[in-house]
Structures are given as structure tokens and as C-alpha cells.
């Protein structure tokens, strides 16, 4: 399964646009990227999953290049409730569970 | 609905002690996984079920059974309680072939 690398931490301010970015050179081509939001005291939540160009939600946007060998997670105006940690995952079918493989995410830190 | 719950949600044991991990979904979701994390870490899988009556071990099965006799319930078996299992464990569902996981809200366990 192919191994991911983001930011450790990240700061920001409330109303800023942040982007998270993951690098996966190694992506297999029947390979999802997925992103997962995780909360103190609470299990990871799911955001977003992809394959190629653009995917947008109500939470956010995904964005993954033609090559596919990185991913930017955009979260537009983030509040003080985004403080988070944000994990990129790479495999197939994005949600089963026995192939989520967790690096150990980026602490995006959002200030007043 | 209720999604993933886990019980308990808080436990104190002794070296030695066995105990159970409770989790059942409500999703009918064929996957069901267990994992553990540590202060500062991602997650790592323990063991998961791809349906009742199939289990297979994750990256960190020792000192950990698992059984699934049911669609919703995957309860986790630490058999002799040692300190390096003090950790705090989620337990996910997901569909076949799904596009997310859906975790419960964790138990914190503590061996002394």
C-alpha cells in the first residue's frame, strides 16, 4: 500500500483558505486518496475521497494532479472548530476498513 | 441510528487482567476493524473481519483475539493485560468496497 507524507502541524486564522498537501509517489493505479479529520477523544471522521482532478463537498475540496503522486486538501475560511488533525490515506476503495493504512496526520492549529 | 458504539468507553486494568472491548454497528456494514493509538501516532490495525465468521490479523495482532459471530458485533479480547497495551482503541465499519469508514468513539485503556 502506498506510503503517504504530509506536514507535521500547520497554523492558521480564523476566515483563511488552508491547504494540507500529501505526497504518495507510489500510488497504485486502482488506488483512492482519502482524508479523515480527527478530533481530541473522538475516532477519525471522514472528509473527502478522490481519484483524479477536482472533488468538491460541503467540507471541502480535493484537489490531485494528473499524475497523482500528491493530493491538497483545501478547507475554505476555517473556524476555531477545524483545529483538527487531518490524515491523507491512500488505497482502494477509500473506506474498507482493513486497508486504511495512518501515517501520523497533520495538526492544523486554527487561531482567532 | 446509531453507527459504531463502543463500550467501554474508560478502563483500568491490572497486568494480567483479561477483558473485553465491546463494538457493534448498526449499519450492516460487512467490514469491521480494530485499531490502537498511541500518544501521538496514527492509528494501527490490530485485526478486522471482511464478514461473520472471517477474521485475519492487522499489523499489531499479539496479545489481542478477535471473533465475529454476527454482522454487527466484533468484540476485541486482550487475553493478559501487559502495560504496552495502554492505548486508546477504535473500532470501524465500512461497506464492502466502500467509500468511507466509520469509527466509534474509542476506548481508553490503561494497564497498570
Known amino acids: 500500500l502506498a506510503k503517504t507524507t504530509q506536514p507535521i502541524s500547520m497554523d492558521s486564522y480564523e476566515g483563511q483558505e488552508v491547504n494540507i498537501t500529501c505526497s504518495h509517489n507510489?500510488?497504485?493505479?486502482?488506488?483512492?486518496i482519502t482524508w479523515y479529520q480527527q478530533f481530541p477523544s473522538q475516532g477519525p471522521r471522514f472528509i473527502i475521497q478522490?481519484?483524479?482532478t477536482k472533488v468538491t463537498n460541503e467540507v471541502a475540496s480535493l484537489f490531485i494532479p494528473a499524475d497523482r503522486k500528491s493530493s491538497t486538501l483545501s478547507l475554505p475560511r476555517v473556524s476555531l472548530s477545524d483545529t483538527a488533525v487531518y490524515y491523507c490515506?491512500?488505497?482502494?476503495?477509500?473506506?474498507?476498513?482493513?486497508?486504511?493504512?495512518f501515517g501520523t496526520g497533520t495538526l492544523l492549529a486554527v487561531q482567532p | 441510528n446509531a453507527g459504531v458504539t463502543q463500550t467501554p468507553k474508560f478502563q483500568v486494568l491490572k497486568t494480567g487482567q483479561s477483558m473485553t472491548l465491546q463494538c457493534a454497528q448498526d449499519?450492516?456494514?460487512?467490514?469491521m476493524s480494530w485499531y490502537r493509538q498511541d500518544p501521538g501516532m496514527g492509528l494501527r490495525l490490530i485485526h478486522y473481519?471482511?464478514?461473520?465468521?472471517?477474521?485475519d490479523q492487522g499489523e499489531v495482532p499479539n496479545g489481542y483475539n478477535v471473533s465475529r459471530s454476527t454482522t454487527e458485533d466484533f468484540p476485541l479480547r486482550l487475553l493478559s493485560a501487559a502495560p504496552s497495551q495502554t492505548s486508546v482503541y477504535f473500532c470501524?465499519?465500512?461497506?464492502?468496497?466502500?467509500?468511507?469508514?466509520?469509527f466509534g468513539q474509542g476506548t481508553r485503556l490503561t494497564v497498570v
Open positions: 470501524a465499519s465500512s461497506e464492502y468496497r466502500g467509500t468511507e469508514a466509520f
Open positions: 507510489n500510488i497504485a493505479t486502482n488506488d483512492y
Open positions: 478522490g481519484y483524479k
Open positions: 490515506l491512500v488505497g482502494p476503495y477509500g473506506g474498507a476498513t482493513n486497508k486504511l493504512i
Open positions: 449499519m450492516n456494514h460487512e467490514y
Open positions: 473481519s471482511v464478514g461473520a465468521g472471517i477474521t
